[in-house]
């Protein structure tokens, strides 16, 4: 199940910050990890640059704990309490949390841009008691919805293509995370369409004597040319198929299909030019 995350240092229950919390709250270090995750998880969520209109009792009801606690947090430089301004903020958040609020600003800005130019594209009124515009929940639906312009979920996207990788003829990928490029080629129309059907053609690359990996599929442009039989004969020989005028492996529409053709175009160019 797909949600949103922040990374864990495994050392965290070591670090000096933290025995000293524990230390001076009395709490055990469970206690003290659970509380600080939740602060972290939050800000995570709901602050653009760690900085928060939060006062300390606001901080208590929202993420636990007690008002001593969050006073120990900041007197260990893990959190900043402005009391005259009413705010809290975590210190180091770009490094931190900066990755997190970079992928929900991105998404934003493409849903944005999808509105502007789809002026006439209206969102259905939701009917009583349906979620709330900033639910997860709803906002995943909404994302599934839009097939104009796809925006996969990357958790969801991931979790489905590994499987699919890893049940055909391809050099398993165990990680739970994706390799360098997954990101790149996601962002790109349409290719997890195409490369999902590629999958199913890696068999047939007599190209490469061992399994192709992961890492090497990612590369731009190489689902496409595993599904156009690029690499289909062995090193060597000339390939039984031209990519150049494969037929499209699935027919896409609107600008889905104008980004699936250029890509296609410029592919075809560099091979020609080899």
Not at 32 to 43: H, K, R, S
Not at 58 to 71: K, P, S, Y
Not at 91 to 115: I, L, N, T, V, Y
Not at 125 to 144: F, K, T, V, W
Request: net charge negative.
């Amino acid at each position: 199940m797909a949600g949103e995350w922040i990374a864990y240092d495994l050392a965290l229950p070591d670090k000096p910050e933290v025995q000293e919390l524990i230390d001076t709250t009395g709490l055990p270090v469970q206690d003290v990890v659970f509380n600080l995750l939740n602060l972290w998880g939050w800000a995570s969520m709901h602050c653009a640059d760690g900085t928060a209109r939060m006062t300390i009792t606001r901080l208590v009801r929202t993420c636990g704990a007690t008002e001593d606690f969050w006073n120990a947090v900041a007197s260990v430089g893990w959190l900043e309490i402005d009391q005259t301004a009413a705010t809290v903020a975590v210190p180091g958040w770009d490094r931190r949390f900066s990755q997190a609020a970079k992928s929900r600003a991105q998404h934003a800005d493409r849903s944005r841009d999808h509105e502007e130019r789809n002026p006439g594209r209206k969102r259905r009124p939701e009917p009583s008691g349906a979620d709330a515009p900033d639910d997860p929940a709803h906002e995943r639906r909404r994302g599934d919805e839009i097939r104009g312009e796809v925006h996969h979920h990357p958790r969801e996207a991931w979790e489905k293509f590994q499987r699919a990788w890893n049940a055909g003829k391809g050099r398993k990928w165990t990680p739970a995370t994706p390799p360098d490029g997954w990101e790149d080629r996601l962002a790109e129309p349409g290719w997890l369409e195409v490369a999902s059907e590629a999958i199913g053609r890696i068999g047939e690359c007599r190209y490469f004597k061992t399994p192709m990996t992961l890492i090497q599929f990612v590369k731009p442009g190489w689902a496409h040319k595993v599904l156009g039989g690029s690499f289909d004969s062995p090193r060597g020989e000339q390939s039984g198929r031209d990519f150049a005028n494969a037929p499209a492996p699935k027919p896409f529409t609107g600008e889905d299909a104008e980004a699936f053709e250029r890509t296609r175009r410029k592919l075809a160019a560099a091979k020609e030019g080899l």
